[in-house]
């Protein structure tokens, strides 16, 4: 029939453009951040470092030692492969890397000491190396000798201990291993001597003489000479 228009299909639905807005989006956020640090607003760091790098172990540009240092004593030494912030590691690794780290900076056992395992004092260092069977260095640590120079130079043997002693001044002393005799006492390797409650010494004058004929540690290291060294075991006096 004329004059009708022709009969109207159901209305489009207008279907929103979520990519092409999100796209919109995202580049007028970039816009903005971009803008408001070139004024100053916002920080800029264009050092590309991570956030720990200040607080980092060993900024140094040597290469990390890896790997774990053992022997048959049972004395290992672990490193650890990395450096890492120290957040990241636990009081027992971070306590390892230290003395890692510490034991990598000290001497090496004099040469002409002899070989095996055995315990060397060198009194012109005040020092003393315990080592291996398999030579090497387990521990090494400074010491005070004698005033009087009363030790020779030459090899002995452990030939005695005692966890307590009292010296010839009535001091006491732990962690007693005699290897000779002197004139009117016995020498050997023991902890700082107490006299009237408090240490004879402190720390800082370990590395000088200061005892009347022994050989003075801290507690920890006259604990470990101790256990590392049983009767007849070597001492070596340089």
């Known amino acids: ?11 489009r639905t207008v279907r929103p453009r979520y990519l092409r807005i999100t796209a919109a989006g995202f580049s007028a956020l970039v816009t903005l951040v971009a803008v408001l640090g070139a ?15 200040g607080t980092m172990r060993n900024q140094s540009a040597q290469p990390a030692q890896s790997g774990a240092v053992s022997d048959a004593d049972g004395w290992g030494l672990t ?20 003395r890692a780290a510490a034991q990598a900076a ?24 315990l080592v291996s069977a398999s030579d090497a260095v387990r521990r090494t640590y400074l010491v005070s000798g004698s005033l009087t120079d009363n030790l020779a130079a030459g090899t002995y043997e452990v030939y005695s201990k ?30 700082i001597p107490v006299e009237g ?37 070597t001492v070596v006096v340089l």
């Open 1 to 11: 029939m004329t004059g009708m228009s022709p009969q109207a299909g159901p209305p």
């Open 79 to 98: 490193r650890l492969p990395i450096d890492l912030p120290p957040g990241l590691l636990s009081p027992a690794a971070a306590a390892a890397a230290d």
């Open 162 to 191: 005692s966890r307590d002693a009292v010296g010839i001044d009535g001091s006491t002393m732990r962690h007693m291993v005699r290897f000779t005799q002197g004139v009117n006492a016995a020498i050997g390797f023991h902890d």
């Open 39 to 53: 004024v100053g607003v916002l920080p800029v760091d264009s050092s590309a470092q991570p956030a720990y790098a």
């Open 106 to 129: 000290e001497p090496g056992v004099p040469a002409g000491s002899g070989e095996g395992r055995r315990i060397v004092f060198d009194r012109d260092d005040q020092r003393v190396w």
């Open 197 to 233: 409650g408090e240490k004879v010494q402190g720390r800082a004058e370990l590395g000088s003489p200061q005892s009347h004929g022994c050989i003075r540690q801290m507690p920890g290291d006259a604990r470990a000479l101790w256990r590392f060294a049983p009767l007849g075991t």
